[in-house]
């Protein structure tokens, strides 16, 4: 199967690909490298919808990380409903997993398949038995591991699913700068050798339509198994980065276009209840200019300037630009207007079980030196706010992974950042103002830079 990620103009002529505004929906299955965090509370498998009580006291967090499933940033119609992904497991617990109670501990080839998803992601070529191995690895016990790892690739193969199955990153430590580990080396060549090996036997299966293979070298890692530079944190050496994950949905965006289409540009279809969506509304708050109700607040390190409201590739954005007043970590909060409540500016008026769908599309550049290095926070938050016992319930679209001063991404990065569809338990009555909706981001730059920060489409959908 052959993927070419520009598909736009071939030989003067060019291809019209229809934008798909159907829901792709993904599930994962593995370790944590695909354990991309619970959406309800008390946590379970379902991420299809993003749910949780109000607490007793302080406040609940539910949390989609986007590091580990960097892809629904690029290609926004695609909604992870399924996490069947459970951190620290080898390949060999996955096979006896199937045959135990399914909890959050223990996730099953079945419980993946639940929510009738159109794509399966297995991570299970799985770091942790090669780490956990005695090395020398034997024959038979490096045998085991691929034979393990069979057995359940042919069970993900018996659900309806379209299976990418993807190979072991890469592992750094043992190497300068990373955590120690005596037999780094020889885990490296163990996991160069698995990632060969299972990428040709999936290859003479011979069914692109049902399974594809992402071998990772030269995406994430090198050919000794080493990861590229950035694409794990130095502190880490096993997991990628968000710039690990950023290149990584490259690769898996590929894929998914040649076999189910171009992403339509905001995952939840439906009217946009938005106030002032298209920015044709401003204000001046004495750093330029901004869309009326929204506005950039907090500035780290940083003084606010030249916002305006500008055309980019064709789109209408907000943006403004940081200058930096110091070597440090730069940054500011974007704060977009939310109101559920009865009445005020642009009330939501929510009922209990009433769905809705917050997304944005998002960008930051070091316009000076036009690389974005060490993103060390990003995250969007919706916070809702009950006013009579003052308690709260966080939804966070963030990283557990962010990057490092060695990582860094050329030119603009734009992500999209979306919410799954959000199911409030409570009405709009008990509600209060200190609902927000924000984005916050930190990256390294250097005194005097500029870091110029954009935001486009903020889009609020009822979906029930």
């Given at each position: 199967m052959t993927i070419s990620i520009d598909k736009r103009i071939v030989g003067g002529n060019f291809q019209i690909l229809p934008r798909r505004t159907t829901k792709l929906k993904l599930a994962t299955f593995g370790d944590s490298t695909g354990n991309f965090g619970d959406s309800q509370s008390?946590?379970?498998?379902?991420?299809?919808?993003?749910t949780a009580p109000m607490p007793v006291s302080g406040s609940t967090g539910i949390t989609r990380n986007i590091d580990k499933i960097f892809l629904q940033c690029s290609y926004p119609i695609l909604e992870p409903v399924t996490n069947a992904c459970t951190s620290g497991r080898t390949v060999a617990t996955m096979v006896t997993d199937e045959q135990a109670v399914s909890t959050v501990s223990t996730r099953k080839v079945i419980d993946a398949e639940n929510n009738s998803p159109d794509i399966i992601l297995f991570r299970g070529d799985s770091i942790n038995d090669f780490v956990q191995a005695s090395y020398p690895i034997t024959d038979n016990a490096y045998n085991l591991i691929v034979s393990n790892h069979k057995v359940v690739l042919h069970r993900l193969m018996n659900t309806n699913a379209f299976i990418i199955s993807e190979g072991i990153y890469g592992y750094s430590k043992g190497l300068a700068g990373y955590p120690a580990d005596a037999n780094g080396d020889a885990v490296r060549a163990a996991i160069i050798r698995f990632n060969n090996e299972i990428s040709a036997y999936v290859a003479g299966l011979n069914k692109p339509d049902r399974i594809i293979y992402l071998n990772p070298?030269?995406?994430n890692c090198d050919s000794t198994g080493a990861y590229l530079?950035?694409?794990?944190?130095l502190a880490d050496g096993i997991h990628n980065s968000i710039v690990g994950g950023y290149y990584r949905a490259l690769a898996e965006q590929a894929i998914i276009e040649a076999r189910f289409g171009v992403s339509?540009?905001?995952?939840?279809?439906?009217?946009?209840?938005?106030?002032?969506?298209l920015f044709s509304l401003t204000t001046a708050p004495g750093y330029g200019t901004v869309p009326t109700n929204y506005s950039w607040v907090n500035p780290v390190n940083s003084t606010r300037q030249n916002a305006k409201v500008e055309v980019i590739d064709g789109y209408d954005w907000a943006t403004v630009e940081l200058l930096t007043t110091a070597t440090l970590a730069t940054g500011v909060q974007l704060t977009l207007p939310y109101n559920p409540l009865v009445s005020g500016t642009n009330p939501l008026n929510v009922a209990a079980n009433d769905k809705y769908g917050f997304e944005l599309d998002f960008s930051i550049k070091n316009v000076t030196s036009g690389l974005v290095t060490h993103i060390s926070s990003l995250y969007m938050r919706l916070r809702t706010y009950d006013v009579t016992n003052a308690k709260s319930v966080y939804l966070d679209t963030t990283c557990a992974f962010t990057s490092d001063a060695q990582a860094s991404i050329p030119g603009r990065l734009k992500m999209h950042l979306a919410t799954p569809p959000y199911k409030f338990q409570e009405a709009a009555a008990a509600?209060?103002?200190?609902?927000?909706?924000?984005v916050v981001f930190l990256c390294d730059a250097t005194a005097g830079d500029i870091i110029k920060v954009g935001m486009s489409n903020p889009r609020i959908v009822k979906l029930n």
């Amino acid at each position: 199967m052959t993927i070419s990620i520009d598909k736009r103009i071939v030989g003067g002529n060019f291809q019209i690909l229809p934008r798909r505004t159907t829901k792709l929906k993904l599930a994962t299955f593995g370790d944590s490298t695909g354990n991309f965090g619970d959406s309800q509370s008390p946590a379970n498998n379902d991420t299809s919808v993003a749910t949780a009580p109000m607490p007793v006291s302080g406040s609940t967090g539910i949390t989609r990380n986007i590091d580990k499933i960097f892809l629904q940033c690029s290609y926004p119609i695609l909604e992870p409903v399924t996490n069947a992904c459970t951190s620290g497991r080898t390949v060999a617990t996955m096979v006896t997993d199937e045959q135990a109670v399914s909890t959050v501990s223990t996730r099953k080839v079945i419980d993946a398949e639940n929510n009738s998803p159109d794509i399966i992601l297995f991570r299970g070529d799985s770091i942790n038995d090669f780490v956990q191995a005695s090395y020398p690895i034997t024959d038979n016990a490096y045998n085991l591991i691929v034979s393990n790892h069979k057995v359940v690739l042919h069970r993900l193969m018996n659900t309806n699913a379209f299976i990418i199955s993807e190979g072991i990153y890469g592992y750094s430590k043992g190497l300068a700068g990373y955590p120690a580990d005596a037999n780094g080396d020889a885990v490296r060549a163990a996991i160069i050798r698995f990632n060969n090996e299972i990428s040709a036997y999936v290859a003479g299966l011979n069914k692109p339509d049902r399974i594809i293979y992402l071998n990772p070298i030269g995406i994430n890692c090198d050919s000794t198994g080493a990861y590229l530079a950035g694409h794990s944190t130095l502190a880490d050496g096993i997991h990628n980065s968000i710039v690990g994950g950023y290149y990584r949905a490259l690769a898996e965006q590929a894929i998914i276009e040649a076999r189910f289409g171009v992403s339509s540009l905001y995952k939840h279809q439906g009217i946009n209840v938005q106030i002032n969506p298209l920015f044709s509304l401003t204000t001046a708050p004495g750093y330029g200019t901004v869309p009326t109700n929204y506005s950039w607040v907090n500035p780290v390190n940083s003084t606010r300037q030249n916002a305006k409201v500008e055309v980019i590739d064709g789109y209408d954005w907000a943006t403004v630009e940081l200058l930096t007043t110091a070597t440090l970590a730069t940054g500011v909060q974007l704060t977009l207007p939310y109101n559920p409540l009865v009445s005020g500016t642009n009330p939501l008026n929510v009922a209990a079980n009433d769905k809705y769908g917050f997304e944005l599309d998002f960008s930051i550049k070091n316009v000076t030196s036009g690389l974005v290095t060490h993103i060390s926070s990003l995250y969007m938050r919706l916070r809702t706010y009950d006013v009579t016992n003052a308690k709260s319930v966080y939804l966070d679209t963030t990283c557990a992974f962010t990057s490092d001063a060695q990582a860094s991404i050329p030119g603009r990065l734009k992500m999209h950042l979306a919410t799954p569809p959000y199911k409030f338990q409570e009405a709009a009555a008990a509600l209060g103002t200190s609902s927000q909706w924000i984005v916050v981001f930190l990256c390294d730059a250097t005194a005097g830079d500029i870091i110029k920060v954009g935001m486009s489409n903020p889009r609020i959908v009822k979906l029930n």
